[in-house]
């Protein structure tokens, strides 16, 4: 299995990271468009190989996509990131162009690809690349719940004082702070409704600190966060390569499920080796149904910005 990794910055070289010591894959060719800065990150990153104990071949180049030959999967991380203060979705005006590009450099070089978009705003970026790439819907996945669903049970945790491995929950609908939907009704510790244990104001924190989890980390940060961003993309590359149709919450092109069509957004889908395997409908509260249409109405506003 190769993978191909656009961008070697933060998340793009996090994700090989953890992609490289996972094992599940032959070979990662890192690409970006600093002069040396891939080739670099490849280098340094294979120097952990014997440390770490992984096999997978990590390689890098600058921009030459014929060495992305015959990709697998590819992840799109190219663009910039947020600063403190920025909107995901104030990003578009750069990164849709980078986004664009970058899909028609690799469906000409592996045109079976199945493409992970990351690169911000992403529900409006997946968008982007289903209307330009020419691959089937099954072939595009935009990386958003599981990265939020992981800060959504990093939070309930903390709110029932309770290990990671003993909580449940889904967040789905945009990748943005106002658009994000966790699924409170549907988290569980140890198969109990979190309900059950947390009080209103609580309940209330968990769902709002989820919301804010990106913002929360710019400030602090300066910038974007990578560690999670990149466990999440390679979590959802093991279950392309391993084809463990493994439940995830993608951004992916919907056509009446949900209520929606035209449109990418976060949903529960089952991934497997073709992709998408399977859009999981699941039954939404009457608030829950409202609140999507509503995160639905924001990222088609932000789509209307698109030059195709
Ligand atoms: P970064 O600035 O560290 O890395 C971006 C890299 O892309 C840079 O190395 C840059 O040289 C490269 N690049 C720019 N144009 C390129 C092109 N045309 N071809 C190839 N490479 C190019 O940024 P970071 O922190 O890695 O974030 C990357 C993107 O991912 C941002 O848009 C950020 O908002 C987004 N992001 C999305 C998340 C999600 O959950 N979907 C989570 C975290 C970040």
Redesign the pocket.
């Known amino acids: 299995m190769k993978v191909t990794v ?9 994700c090989a990271e953890y992609i490289a010591m996972k094992n599940f894959c032959s070979e990662v060719v890192l ?4 002069e040396g ?2 080739e670099g990150k490849a280098m340094d990153l294979m120097q952990t190989a014997s440390l770490n104990g992984f096999d997978t071949k990590i390689t890098g180049t600058t ?1 030459d996509y014929s060495k992305t030959a015959g990709s697998h999967v590819a992840v799109i ?6 600063k403190p203060g920025m909107t ?1 979705e104030e ?1 578009i005006g750069i ?1 849709a162009g ?1 986004v664009k ?2 899909t028609e450099n690799l469906v000409k070089n592996s045109p079976d690809v199945i493409i992970i ?4 705003p ?1 529900d409006t970026m997946a968008y982007l690349v289903h209307k330009t790439s020419g691959l089937p819907k099954n072939k595009i996945i ?3 719940g599981a ?2 669903s992981a800060r959504f049970k990093y939070r309930l945790a903390e709110a029932l004082e309770a290990p990671i491995s003993d909580v449940d929950g889904m967040v789905i609908a945009a ?1 943005s702070d106002t658009g994000m939907l966790p699924l409170l009704s549907k988290a569980t510790r140890n198969g109990v409704p979190v309900t059950e244990f947390l009080s209103t104001e609580k309940q209330n924190y968990v769902i709002e600190e989820t919301k804010v989890g ?1 913002a929360t980390l710019t400030k602090l940060l300066g ?4 560690y ?2 990149g466990a ?1 993309v390679s979590v959802m590359v093991q279950a392309i390569a391993c084809d463990q149709k493994k439940m995830i919450p993608c951004s992916l092109m919907l056509d009446g499920e949900y209520g929606e069509s035209d449109i990418c957004l976060g949903v529960p889908a089952i991934i497997g080796a073709n992709g998408v395997e399977k859009i999981v409908d699941i039954t939404l509260t009457e608030e829950e149904k409202a609140k999507f249409a509503e995160a639905a109405k924001a990222v088609r506003e932000v789509n209307g910005d698109l030059k195709f």
């Open positions: 656009v961008g070697a910055g933060a998340v793009g070289a996090s690409v970006d468009i600093k800065f891939a921009g991380t190219s663009g910039i990131p947020r995901r990003l990164n980078i590009d970058v978009v990351v690169s911000n992403m935009g990386m958003g990265l939020d990748h990106g910038t974007s966060a990578w999670a961003p999440a």
